[in-house]
C-alpha cells in the first residue's frame, strides 16, 4: 500500500474520536480520509435495515460539502442486482457504473442525475455481520488500484470499530439510566419500606400496650377471684359469730341463759374463729404466691452451681412429697457440669416443676417416673424435666403459664406454679422455657444463657 495511504490509515485509527463512541465525529473523519486519500468526488456511509430490504444513507461528503443524514434511501425492489450483489458481502468495484451489470440499474436515477462515472463499495461488518457499506465515488472514469480497494477496506473495518464504540457507549448510558431508575425506585421502595414499618412497630406497640391492659385485667380479676373466696368465707363466718355472741349478750341480760345454750354458743363462736383463721391464713398463702411469682433478682448475685450436686439437695426438700405419690426421679445430670445461676430461684423452680408434674401428670396407675436431664453447648445451658404421664391438651400447652390457669382447682391447686416457673426463668436467670409432649409424656425444657447480664 502506497505510504501516504498507510499514513492516513494510521491517523484516523490512533484518532480519539473513533473509539468514543462519536459516530458524526467518524463519520467526518473517515469519509475526509477516503476523498483526500483517493481524490475522488465522494464518498458516503450506508446503513443497512434489519431485513436488508433497504439501505439508509448516515453521512454523505460530496467535494468537501457534508451531508448529516441525508434523506435518502435505496430499496432492494428498485434496485434487486445490486442488492444481490451486496448479499455476497464483497467489495463492487465499477470503473464505469453506468456499464457495470451490478451497478448499472443506477445509471438513470442516479449516476447521470450526480454525474457519477465510477463507483467503490466495500461492505461494513459489524460482530461479523454486514450492516452497511462505504460508497467511494468519482465524476470522472477511474480505474480503482488494489491499494484502493485495500484502503477502502481498511477504514470500512475502522468504521465497524467505531460502531462497537458507539453500541458500547448507548449500552453504557442506557445501563446509567437503568441504574439511575433503580436507585429511584430503591429509594423510594425504601421509603415505603419505612413507613410501612414504622406503622407496623406503632400498630405493634398499640398492640402490646392492648394486650398489656388485657393480660393486666385478667391478673386482676384472677387476684380478685382468688382473694375473695378466702376473704369472703371469713367475713360470713366472722359475722355468724357476731350475730352468736349479741343472742348470747341478750339471753345473759335476760337472765335466761341456760348452761346449754351458753355451751353451744361458744362451740358455734368457736368454729366461726377456727373458719376466720383458716380462711385469712389461706389469703396469706395467696399473697405470699403473687409476691413470688414477681420476685425479682434485687440483691442476687449469680454463683457457679455444679448441677450434679445441686440438683440432688433440691430433691432432697421434695422427698416426702415424692413418696406420697410414689413417684421416682432419674438424674442424667453430665459429671462435672457447672453453670452460672442463681441458686435459690432455680431451686424453687425445679420445686415447682417437680410439684406441678406430681400433682397434674400421674393420673393411671404404674411406674410414675421424672427424668431430669442437663447438657451445655457453646452459648446456653439446658434443663429438662420429662415425665412419663398423661402429657397435656393443645388448650393447656397453650395456656400452661397463664397465671391462676390450672385443671385441679378442686383440688386446692392456684394455678401460680408454672406462671412463677416462667417469671424466673424468662426475667431474672434471662432465659426461655418452654413445653412439649412425647409419647411418654411431657417435657419442660429451660434454655439460659452461659453469662447472666446483671447490668439491667
Known sequence: MHIELQHILAQISLNPDIDKGDLAASNRL?????????????????????????????????????????DIILSRQDFPHYFTALDQERNIVAQDAHTHPQT???????????????????????????VGIICIEHRQPKHWQTDEIVFAGFLADIYGRALSASERMRYQCELEQL???LEQIISQRTQELTQSL???????????????????????????????????VAVTANSHAETTLSALEKLFQAGQLTRQQ???????????????NTNLQRAVDLVNSFKQTAAGGAGQQPESLQLSRFVPKVLSSVESLLKQHQVEVQLQLPRGLTIQSFASP???????????ACQHAFTAQGPRTIVIRASKNAYSWQLEVADNGRGMTSDELNRAFEPFFTTQRNRGAKGLGLTLVFNLVSHLLQGEVSLRNTD?????????????????
Not at 417435657?443 to 453469662?451: D, E, G, I, M, N
Request: contains cysteine.
Open 198 to 232: 414504622e406503622q407496623l412497630q406503632h400498630t405493634q406497640r398499640r398492640l402490646i400496650e392492648v394486650e398489656k391492659m388485657a393480660s393486666l385485667g385478667r391478673l386482676v380479676a384472677g387476684i380478685a377471684h382468688e382473694i375473695n373466696t378466702p376473704l369472703g
Open 104 to 130: 448499472s440499474e443506477f445509471s438513470e436515477p442516479y449516476l447521470k442525475p450526480l454525474q457519477i462515472c465510477s463507483m467503490l463499495d466495500t461492505p461494513i461488518r459489524h460482530h461479523g455481520v454486514m
Open 30 to 70: 473517515i469519509l475526509q480520509g477516503i476523498t483526500s486519500g483517493l481524490a475522488t468526488d465522494r464518498a458516503s456511509v450506508w446503513l443497512m435495515s434489519d431485513d436488508r430490504r433497504q439501505m439508509r444513507c448516515a453521512y454523505l461528503l460530496d467535494c468537501d460539502t457534508h451531508y448529516a443524514e441525508p
Open 346 to 356: 432455680l431451686a424453687t423452680i425445679l420445686t415447682r416443676l417437680i410439684e406441678n
Open 440 to 456: 411418654a409424656g411431657c417435657v419442660v425444657s429451660l434454655t439460659c444463657p452461659l453469662q447472666i447480664d446483671t447490668t439491667t
Open 262 to 276: 351458753f355451751s353451744q354458743s361458744g362451740a358455734a363462736i368457736k368454729s366461726s374463729i377456727a373458719m376466720v
Open 179 to 181: 441504574n439511575s431508575g
